[in-house]
């Protein structure tokens, strides 16, 4: 990956006259800075007192009106000349391009979409032809993004609403970073592109035909193409949970959707997923998942199911006994913030430990009392307020409408295995 | 409360000696106090201890960013750390610690009155201070992670408590409000006779200076919050383009408040600085006319200038090239005061205790975030940077070498006449190389990762960034060090402090005429002022 320091030619022209205009203010700083500095430190130096001697008298020099103007005007003009060639290089990357390629590109929470003049869509890979000018017409599906190439030295904000232009001037062949520069959530830091720059020839014939070699089995090329199209960003393959459902065990699990409903995650339905994200959102997830439907051939979604499949381990499904759902409640508490006030290990945090937890009578906040079963379990995470332990506060959030009843069971089964 | 309930009331000239104004002890003799020398005390222990919880935040944030990738705390919590750490240090730490706290307790001592105009006023802005501080802090209970900025749509969208956190910087910001007008009317009615505007100190100038830009900009920020809430609340779209608004917007608004507020930040330290410079040079200031009215024309020029944090924003590229060249010209005056600083030195007998190093540390870092900030006032440079760790290295250099360096050298310069002790020369020179250091390591390599193109508010970063990451972490350790070495400092000069006679540093201004610490009402009969407060030529202490 080329990065600003690599030797030889300029990525792009504009890194060049980006590069100048620092160049320029970096030398007259300097200059000014060790004029500043230099005398501060010669003035203290030279005019120091030594330890114990008494003050020496000084001069009463009050001002000097040439001097003052001396350095109310050059600072002036040694300003104005950073303005102007600020402008100068300014104005030239702003500058229409005639004959420029155009290509939109949409930013999401937390992937670019490209799409190119012919209709074909890519996410997170934009591909160019070496030395084509390329119009980028930008616009956002939700925050403000910010489309920053480094080894260009250009940046132009994401705006929804709106659309904002960035010339490119591909001058040399090779990968670049696209980072997101504008805070878009908890994903911005991942929110990341690249800018392929490619032979023309070799252009033309990616253009073509699929270039995706057949490497390594269809799970293995899975992979590979989720961490391309930028999924990692929402979704991770396990642990904690991004904006998406995690990928890890997703296949073969009943899943309940935001219309209420449950299905099984098979293969067709991780293929609707891909190509109509919004037909079936899995419940507490947002509908925010943009389309691969063309940017995504059909080998490639099989590829990507392949993978998730590969993931799910075979026959897991099987033995989904207690101590199975268990374990995954473990995650669960973890993932959905529990341990943030319920220990595990009997220690009282904010609220009551889940150690000892299950099977004990407790005492209600209201006087009431009763045994802390599978009904008080389930009650107390979609209804908290409902029978509060006695000295503790009221203060947890229900998860009602919020968990899928899986979910909530496999924390009960959890909070079992504590007893 | 004691008998003293409502010193106001009290006779002026009886036959009593005059008690140092810390001599009634007690909670509510302080919660109740009308003494501006009090008020300014609490507010320094308040910003103070927020000083030191954003700090805790950032040294979480670096040794995250030892790791590329999503370790030691997850990537929300990064966000909220950052979100926290700018939100506190601005607001609770580096808005209110000069003016509110150095303020409230020298510009009465300075201009020669007993208190400042409206003292139950000024209790007031504190109490609404610290009820703005609670809100923030129950806000936490579903932390913010928008950064201090809370750009719209994602402030108008997380989840996140954002309409809570910015109720209590409302709060804040009327509290700031108050303050500014309560300082304003005793700098025009207060002066001392004989004290003609000429004749004023420095910091004065430039606490009035601030005062202009808080009475004036800080409404804007309020009412800016306010139609945030009316968006998260009610729905209403003035940010939302699906509802025929501007997302942008909001940008100018807040930074029409949030770029005249950096020289709210910076202007009283400057005036600091112009106090101390003199004293340890034993000679007068040099060109006081362009100091004083430079304060004014930052305060001015600096209503005009914040379209510079939008360049790449979507804004007009001409509206940008007026914004540049107007940036720009805010340099002028800065520059102006820095020679002239230094032009005082030349031919002075200089002595380096504490505060006067904190001082030149001021002058010497300051440069730095002045000349890299040419980098980002001119168009064509700024749209590489903005936005990267280069942004982040500049308002370091400018607010911590700054601002901060201006506030620590008030508290070494003035500790003996708040406290009545003296501090440890030697902890306070220790803590002084260790922060330097440290300072330096930290946020010199962070102009280098922002050039390289690391965005700023990254929680995971490409890994080609790790090696200068780590460097500014081991940085942020050692400057930890030197800053509590210095608390340690303070804390030892409270308790084990050698008492301070009324004129340690041989200064020649009013607040030195009077007992250390000064009596309640500061003077036992107001002074007669005849010169300005400067005449160290020719002097021999």
Redo the contacts between chains.
């Keep these: 990956?080329s990065?600003?320091?690599t030797l030889g030619e300029a990525a792009s022209r504009t890194t060049g006259?980006?590069d100048s205009?620092?160049l320029f203010?970096?030398g007259v700083?300097l200059f000014?800075?060790l004029l500043?500095?230099g005398?501060?430190i010669y003035?203290?130096v030279r005019?120091?007192?030594r330890k114990g001697t008494?003050?020496?008298?000084?001069?009463?020099?009050?001002?000097?009106f040439l001097?003052?103007t001396v350095?109310?005007v050059i600072?002036?003009l040694v300003?104005?000349a950073?303005?102007y060639?600020?402008?100068?290089?300014?104005?030239?990357?702003?500058a229409p391009v005639p004959g420029a390629t155009d290509i939109h590109v949409t930013g999401r929470q937390f992937l670019f979409e490209f799409t190119y003049p012919d209709g074909r869509t890519a996410i997170n890979e934009l591909r160019v032809p070496l030395g084509t000018p390329v119009k980028l017409i930008l616009s956002s599906a939700?925050?403000?993004h910010?489309f920053?190439i480094?080894?260009y030295?250009?940046?132009?904000?994401m705006?929804?609403?709106?659309y904002?232009t960035l010339y490119l001037h591909p001058d040399k062949a090779g990968t670049y970073?696209i980072?997101?520069?504008?805070?878009?959530?908890?994903?911005?830091?991942?929110m990341?592109a690249s800018l392929i720059v490619m032979e023309p020839g070799e252009y033309a014939q990616w253009r073509e035909g699929n270039t995706t070699a057949a490497a390594g089995s269809l799970a293995e090329q899975g992979k590979k193409l989720v961490e391309r199209s930028g999924c990692l960003g929402c979704h991770a393959v396990e642990g904690?949970q991004k904006v998406g459902p995690n990928f890890g065990g997703s296949f073969g699990r009943e899943v309940v959707i935001a219309d209420g409903t449950t299905v099984i995650a098979d293969e067709e339905y991780l293929r609707e997923s891909i190509l109509d994200p919004n037909a079936k959102v899995v419940k507490g997830y947002p509908s925010v998942m943009p389309t691969y439907k063309g940017s995504l051939s059909a080998g490639e979604v099989t590829a990507i199911v392949a993978y998730l499949k590969s993931l799910s381990g075979a026959g897991e499904k099987e033995k989904k006994g207690e101590g199975a759902g268990a374990d995954r409640g473990k995650g669960l508490t973890a993932t959905l913030g529990c341990l943030g006030c319920h220990s595990t290990d009997g220690s009282v945090k904010v609220g009551p430990s889940f150690k000892g937890l299950f099977g004990r009578q407790v005492e209600f906040a209201d006087g009431g009392k009763g045994t802390a079963d599978d009904a008080y379990v389930r009650e107390s995470i979609t209804r908290p307020g409902a029978k509060i332990v006695k000295g503790f506060p009221n203060?947890m959030p229900g998860f009602e409408g919020k968990i899928a009843e899986e979910d909530l069971s496999a924390i009960a089964a959890f909070i079992k295995t504590l007893k | 409360m004691g008998k003293h309930h409502g010193e106001g009331e009290r006779t002026l000239n009886d036959d009593t000696p005059a008690r140092g104004y810390l001599e009634e002890r007690g909670f509510w003799s302080w919660a109740y106090t009308l003494d501006h020398k009090r008020i300014g005390v609490m507010y320094l222990y308040t910003t103070l201890f927020f000083f030191l919880l954003g700090g805790v935040f950032a040294l979480l944030m670096r040794i995250k960013l030892m790791f590329p990738g999503?370790q030691v705390v997850?990537?929300?919590t990064y966000?909220v750390l950052f979100t926290m750490h700018g939100a506190l240090m601005i607001f609770l730490f580096i808005i209110p610690a000069i003016p509110s706290g150095l303020g409230n307790f020298f510009i009465p001592l300075h201009i020669g009155a007993r208190d400042v105009a409206f003292p139950r006023l000024n209790l007031m802005s504190y109490w609404i201070f610290v009820a703005g501080i609670v809100v923030i802090l129950v806000s936490l209970?579903r932390p913010m992670?928008?950064?201090w900025t809370f750009?719209?749509?994602?402030s108008a969208?997380?989840s996140a408590d954002v309409t809570l956190l910015s109720f209590g910087i409302f709060l804040i910001g009327m509290s700031s409000i108050l303050t500014g007008l309560n300082f304003l009317v005793t700098i025009h009615k207060l002066r001392a006779p004989g004290m003609t505007w000429h004749r004023m100190p420095l910091f004065i100038w430039s606490m009035y200076a601030t005062s202009i830009i808080q009475v004036l900009a800080t409404p804007v920020v309020g009412i800016t919050f306010l139609l945030l809430a009316m968006e998260r609340l009610f729905g209403v779209g003035f940010f939302d383009?699906?509802k025929g608004g501007?997302?942008?917007l909001f940008q100018h608004f807040f930074w029409f408040y949030s770029h005249p507020v950096v020289y709210v930040m910076i202007l009283p330290a400057m005036g600091v600085i112009s106090e101390i410079v003199p004293v340890f040079?034993?000679?007068?200031?040099?060109?006081?006319?362009?100091i004083a009215y430079s304060s004014l024309a930052i305060a001015v020029f600096g209503f005009f200038v914040w379209g510079h944090h939008m360049f790449?924003?979507?804004m007009s590229?001409t509206a940008?090239?007026i914004f540049?060249?107007l940036t720009?010209?805010v340099?002028?005056p800065t520059?102006?005061k820095?020679?002239n600083w230094?032009?005082t030195?030349?031919?002075?007998?200089?002595?380096?205790e504490s505060p006067m190093l904190y001082a030149?540390t001021f002058?010497?870092l300051f440069?730095?975030g002045g000349?890299?900030g040419?980098?980002l006032?001119?168009?064509?440079?700024?749209?590489?940077v903005?936005?990267?760790y280069f942004i982040v290295a500049h308002f370091h250099y400018t607010m911590m070498g700054g601002t901060v360096m201006g506030l620590l050298a008030g508290l070494h310069f003035w500790f003996p006449k708040m406290t009545g002790k003296m501090l440890s020369e030697k902890m306070a020179r220790t803590a002084w190389l260790l922060m330097f250091l440290g300072f330096n390591v930290t946020f010199l390599t962070q102009f280098l990762l922002g050039?390289?193109?690391m965005?700023?508010?990254?929680?995971?970063?490409?890994p080609?960034f790790q090696a200068l990451n780590i460097v500014s972490t081991i940085g942020s350790w050692i400057l930890a060090t030197g800053i509590l070495i210095m608390f340690a400092n303070f804390v030892r000069g409270l308790f084990r402090g050698e008492p301070a006679p009324p004129n340690p540093w041989n200064a020649l201004s009013l607040d030195w005429k009077t007992g250390s610490p000064p009596p309640t009402e500061n003077f036992r009969e107001i002074p007669t002022v005849s010169d300005w407060p400067y005449g160290?030529?020719?002097?021999?202490?």
């Design positions: 990956m990065n600003a320091y006259q980006v205009l620092f203010i970096a700083s000014f800075f500043v500095e005398l501060l003035f203290a005019y120091r007192r008494e003050a020496a008298s000084t001069p009463d020099i009050r001002g000097n001097l003052e350095w109310i600072p002036s300003v104005v950073f303005f060639y600020g402008l100068l290089v300014f104005r030239d990357i702003r939700d925050m403000i910010s920053f480094p080894a030295r250009l940046k132009q904000d705006v929804p609403g709106q904002t970073e980072l997101c520069a504008e805070y878009c959530g908890v994903g911005h830091s991942t990341r904690k203060i | 999503e997850s990537n929300h966000n209970v992670d928008t950064g750009y719209t749509p994602y969208k997380t383009p699906a501007d997302p942008i040079s034993r000679k007068p200031i040099f060109g006081y006319n362009a790449v924003s979507g590229g940008a090239i540049s060249l720009f010209s340099a002028i520059s102006v820095v020679f230094i032009a030195m030349y031919k002075g007998s200089i002595t380096f030149l002058i010497f440069v730095v000349l890299t040419m980098f006032g001119a168009l064509g440079a700024d749209i590489h903005h936005d990267t050039f390289e193109g965005p700023r508010r990254y929680a995971e970063y490409p080609q160290y030529a020719g002097r021999r202490p």
